[in-house]
């Protein structure tokens, strides 16, 4: 399994404001995804980070608004860009474990974003 | 389009009854089905996967089911403890693409 951190754990922004959200795992992943849910909401996939290529978005996300970086195997972030009360949320990364056809994920913390 | 649909109704159940959890889609035909448990908080943590060729899976005093025909799956906690109290998530894969149910919240009462 993998263990994955991510920063902040929450943050209060400003409206018109950009906040990157970090997300590190401790070993060489090839597939990092991005969630967004909202309370009493289910996980809607961002985009999907791949290193060393372009992250592929979901309808209705654009990389003007969510930029993903993934500069190495272990190391993504996704900035919200921005930002409006619409976007207050909880941010997720996750992994899968890359080993077997038939994958589970695993989670980071979350980042709790509240946006004024 | 796709869709999920997990009894947005809490369950409340007494310790050591069994819990039963439902997870209904359409317009899909996923490759597997994945349940998680998510705790207030944190990250949804995986628990069972179940291929579409299986009908069912256990794990100690966990057991899904899944009929592709109904398009369905039983998530069961047998011998339930208040430990298990907590949102759990059914999520199904086609492809390289996960989506996720929003969850059913699970109290189990001492």
């Known amino acids: 399994s993998a263990v994955i951190s991510q920063k902040p754990s929450r943050d209060i922004c400003q409206r018109g404001t950009s906040l990157t959200i970090q997300c590190q795992v401790d070993?060489?992943?090839?597939?990092m995804f991005w969630y967004r849910q909202q309370p009493g909401q289910s996980l809607t996939l961002i985009a999907t980070?791949?290193?060393?290529?372009?992250?592929?978005?979901e309808s209705g996300f654009v990389i003007d608004k969510f930029p993903i970086s993934r500069p190495n195997l272990t190391f993504s972030t996704l900035t919200v860009s921005n930002m409006s009360p619409e976007d207050s949320s909880i941010y997720l990364c996750?992994?899968?474990?890359?080993?077997?056809?038939?994958?589970?994920?695993?989670f980071g913390p979350g980042t709790r974003l509240t946006v004024l | 389009s796709q869709k999920i649909e997990q009894n947005s109704e809490a369950l409340n159940i007494q310790e050591g009854k069994t819990a039963t959890l439902t997870c209904n889609y359409t317009?899909?035909?996923?490759?597997?089905l994945q349940w998680y448990r998510q705790d207030p908080g944190r990250g949804p943590v995986f628990l069972l996967l179940?291929?579409?060729?299986?009908k069912e899976k256990r794990k100690e005093r966990l057991k899904v089911t899944f009929d592709t025909t109904l398009k369905q799956s039983l998530f069961h906690i047998t011998a339930s403890q208040p430990a298990d109290s907590a949102t759990y998530l059914c999520?199904?894969?086609?492809?390289?693409?996960?989506?996720f149910g929003a969850g059913t919240r699970l109290f189990v009462k001492a």
């Open positions: 070993s060489q992943v090839t597939m």
């Open positions: 980070a791949n290193q060393g290529s372009e992250a592929t978005y």
């Open positions: 999520a199904l894969t086609g492809g390289f693409k996960t989506i």
């Open positions: 996750s992994v899968d474990n890359g080993v077997r056809v038939y994958n589970e994920q695993f």
């Open positions: 317009n899909y035909s996923p490759a597997y």
């Open positions: 179940i291929r579409e060729n299986e």
